[in-house]
């Protein structure tokens, strides 16, 4: 088996710093500081331990783009993104994780609509599950998936970023 190399690099953001990661497949993590009390080396590890060689690396192509993309977001300019994306995962999980991505900018629906929308409407758990486990966050929107009462539900960046993000695509 070959290693694959992980390319990493940190952009900041309104939602505090990101740190992007990508394989040659394309986008495959980004993280927002919080999740990493130890200056991103929990975030790293993690990537690590998929047997790849994690190294920073700014100059990176997909990042570049990512990058770029994200602060055209953050300005108001751009409302899909247009990434490779490396998604190897076929679970539920993951078929849930491609879903979110046609939930349309300033819209949202709720955990019990998305497990309807993937023909496992008693799956409203997993969804959750899977929206707390999004590698892509902002790119991939969970952040548009609430709770069915209306409440924001959890959010890997916190209530915050979410709080943040919901009201950048509304406008307000």
Request: aromatic share 6%; net charge negative; glycine share 10%.
């Given at each position: 088996?070959?290693?694959?190399?992980?390319?990493?690099?940190?952009?900041?953001?309104?939602?505090?710093?990101?740190?992007?990661?990508?394989?040659?497949?394309?986008?495959?993590?980004?993280?927002?500081e919080s999740e990493s009390?130890?200056?991103?080396?929990?975030?790293?590890?993690?990537?690590?331990?998929?047997?790849?060689?994690?190294?920073?690396?700014?100059?990176?192509?997909?990042?570049?783009?990512?990058?770029?993309?994200?602060?055209?977001?953050?300005?108001?300019?751009?409302?899909?993104?247009?990434?490779?994306?490396?998604?190897p995962d076929r679970t539920?999980?993951?078929?849930?994780?491609?879903?979110?991505?046609?939930?349309?900018?300033?819209?949202?629906?709720?955990?019990?609509?998305?497990?309807?929308?993937?023909?496992?409407?008693?799956?409203?758990?997993?969804?959750?599950?899977?929206?707390?486990?999004?590698?892509?966050?902002?790119?991939?929107?969970?952040?548009?998936?609430?709770?069915?009462?209306?409440?924001?539900?959890?959010?890997?960046?916190?209530?915050?970023?979410?709080?943040?993000?919901?009201?950048?695509?509304?406008?307000?």
């Amino acid at each position: 088996m070959t290693s694959t190399t992980i390319a990493w690099r940190t952009v900041g953001s309104p939602v505090g710093r990101l740190l992007l990661a990508s394989s040659p497949t394309g986008l495959v993590r980004v993280a927002f500081e919080s999740e990493s009390t130890d200056g991103w080396g929990t975030v790293l590890d993690a990537l690590a331990e998929t047997g790849a060689t994690v190294t920073e690396d700014p100059t990176d192509a997909t990042l570049a783009a990512a990058a770029t993309q994200l602060d055209e977001y953050f300005a108001g300019t751009r409302r899909d993104f247009d990434l490779p994306l490396d998604r190897p995962d076929r679970t539920f999980r993951q078929h849930v994780q491609r879903y979110l991505g046609t939930i349309p900018y300033g819209r949202t629906t709720t955990y019990r609509e998305v497990a309807e929308a993937v023909s496992n409407p008693k799956a409203v758990r997993a969804v959750g599950t899977a929206c707390a486990t999004n590698p892509l966050p902002v790119i991939v929107p969970c952040h548009r998936v609430l709770r069915t009462d209306g409440g924001l539900g959890g959010y890997l960046g916190g209530p915050d970023a979410k709080r943040f993000l919901l009201a950048l695509e509304s406008g307000h």
